[in-house]
């Protein structure tokens, strides 16, 4: 059985001209990493991306009760990385 991923990210891979590759996350802004090869370029940007959702995670308020009601259960989920 398989399993639809929570979110997709586009990470765009470019050669710089220093000859390191530049791995950019078109869906967060900032989010920038490189490497000497494509594969540490896209490792390197899937840590990036990590590190990028979990600041975004600490940064957004707490849920809040709403129209008198309050919070039943709140969940925290894992992104884990797709093979490509």
Known sequence: MSSKPLAVFNIDLHKGEDGYYVAVCREIPGCVSQGKT??????????????????????????????????????????????A
């Open 38 to 83: 494509l594969k540490e370029a896209t490792d390197n940007a899937v840590e990036a991306l990590f590190g990028c959702l979990q600041t975004l995670a600490e940064t957004l308020p707490r849920p809040k009760a709403r129209h008198g009601r309050s919070v039943v259960r709140s969940r925290q989920v894992a992104l884990t990385a797709i093979p």
